[in-house]
């Protein structure tokens, strides 16, 4: 058999809770399954799999069935951060010291990245080059050319581990975030455009790349990517109680989802700064929001290996 179809899940074992326990799943969910543990996830460019960053690699997960399609298995046990490329056709995941890429319709390993950098919590996919960014543990973030095989450039800005990166949708700009501070760059050279103080857990960029979202403690941070200049701050009686771990935009930049160390996920309307859906059923704090490509779906994973996948159209309205 051919590519993942081939592979085999190391020490998960994925129970669905869909159709058949639908009332076992929070409000608004659709489908909810249990890993022994997991760090990331996101849909693929097409909309036809969920992929979990868990115990042994990447996880893919069949959309239409959430039925489990296959693992791209990692050295050292867990797989800590994933990515796929614009195109659909490559997929990386982040480990202890080496990433590794695939093609994933056949399941090839493309190449391998190792350093002495620690867990790799962060991934990115460049959108205009055949560029894929690497954030370290040890603080380290890595422009690596995957078409010619070598580094475009290296730095060491962060003072502390590296948990998230992204790239604005022109690819020109990428943001990566530590616990130090949230750092704007210039993508062909590696120079620091803006640097935004204070924790960041998290980026991402809105669709039109005007904003950048920021996990900044509790608070989810909007900065002016042009001018560097805070936005909006959404937090308060309504906001989180513990640090934000995960943020991202839905497609048409009119949603920003929040994953908490409250074990909460929460949907806002940027441009008021309120709170539009509160979701919970997790028990662990929520490593990981995504939306799908069409914005009808969204998947939410906590730390003790729990993932939901919510249909927007059906959440609850908030109330305060």
């Given at each position: 058999m051919?590519?993942?179809?081939?592979?085999?899940?190391?020490?998960?074992?994925?129970?669905?809770?869909?159709?058949?326990l639908?009332?076992?799943?929070?409000?608004?969910?659709?489908?909810?399954?249990k890993?022994?543990?997991?760090?990331?996830?996101?849909?693929?460019?097409?909309?036809?799999?969920?992929?979990?960053?868990?115990?042994?690699?990447?996880n893919?997960?069949?959309?239409?069935?959430?039925?489990?399609?296959?693992?791209?298995?990692?050295?050292?046990?867990?797989?800590?951060?994933?990515a796929?490329?614009?195109?659909?056709e490559?997929?990386?995941?982040?480990?202890?010291?080496?990433?590794?890429?695939?093609?994933?319709?056949?399941?090839?390993?493309?190449?391998?990245?190792?350093?002495?950098?620690?867990?790799?919590?962060?991934?990115?996919?460049?959108?205009?080059?055949?560029?894929?960014?690497?954030?370290?543990?040890?603080?380290?973030?890595?422009m690596?050319?995957?078409?010619?095989?070598?580094?475009?450039?290296?730095?060491?800005?962060?003072?502390?581990?590296?948990?998230?990166?992204?790239?604005?949708?022109d690819?020109?700009?990428?943001?990566?975030?530590?616990?130090?501070?949230?750092?704007?760059?210039?993508?062909n050279?590696?120079?620091?455009?803006?640097?935004?103080?204070?924790?960041?857990?998290?980026?991402?960029?809105?669709?039109?790349?005007?904003f950048?979202?920021?996990?900044?403690?509790?608070?989810?941070?909007?900065?002016?990517?042009?001018?560097?200049?805070?936005?909006?701050?959404?937090?308060?009686?309504?906001?989180?109680?513990?640090?934000?771990?995960?943020?991202?935009?839905?497609?048409?930049?009119?949603?920003?989802?929040?994953?908490?160390?409250?074990?909460?996920?929460?949907?806002?309307?940027?441009e008021?700064?309120?709170?539009?859906?509160?979701?919970?059923?997790?028990?662990?704090?929520?490593?990981?929001?995504?939306?799908?490509p069409n914005?009808?779906l969204?998947?939410?994973?906590?730390?003790?290996?729990?993932?939901?996948?919510?249909?927007?159209?059906?959440?609850?309205?908030?109330?305060?």
């Amino acid at each position: 058999m051919r590519g993942w179809w081939r592979a085999v899940v190391l020490g998960t074992v994925a129970t669905l809770v869909g159709h058949t326990l639908a009332a076992a799943l929070p409000a608004g969910a659709v489908a909810g399954w249990k890993l022994s543990w997991l760090s990331d996830l996101a849909f693929s460019p097409d909309g036809r799999f969920l992929a979990v960053a868990t115990v042994g690699g990447v996880n893919l997960y069949h959309v239409e069935t959430w039925e489990h399609a296959g693992t791209f298995a990692v050295p050292g046990g867990r797989a800590y951060a994933l990515a796929f490329a614009p195109n659909g056709e490559l997929l990386a995941a982040g480990a202890w010291n080496e990433v590794r890429v695939w093609d994933v319709e056949d399941g090839d390993l493309v190449f391998t990245l190792s350093g002495p950098f620690g867990n790799v919590f962060a991934l990115a996919f460049s959108p205009s080059a055949p560029y894929l960014v690497v954030g370290g543990a040890d603080g380290s973030v890595r422009m690596w050319d995957f078409g010619a095989g070598k580094a475009v450039w290296v730095t060491q800005a962060h003072t502390a581990s590296v948990r998230g990166v992204a790239f604005a949708p022109d690819g020109a700009l990428l943001a990566s975030s530590g616990a130090d501070q949230a750092i704007l760059w210039n993508v062909n050279t590696g120079e620091i455009v803006h640097a935004f103080p204070g924790r960041a857990w998290d980026v991402a960029f809105s669709p039109d790349g005007y904003f950048l979202a920021v996990g900044a403690g509790k608070v989810v941070k909007l900065w002016d990517t042009a001018v560097a200049l805070p936005y909006r701050e959404m937090w308060g009686q309504d906001g989180h109680t513990g640090c934000v771990f995960a943020v991202a935009f839905s497609p048409d930049g009119r949603l920003v989802a929040s994953g908490s160390l409250d074990e909460t996920v929460r949907v806002w309307d940027p441009e008021a700064g309120e709170v539009l859906h509160l979701l919970t059923g997790h028990a662990a704090a929520v490593e990981g929001v995504s939306f799908s490509p069409n914005g009808a779906l969204l998947a939410s994973g906590s730390g003790d290996g729990f993932v939901f996948v919510w249909d927007m159209a059906a959440l609850p309205p908030f109330v305060p």
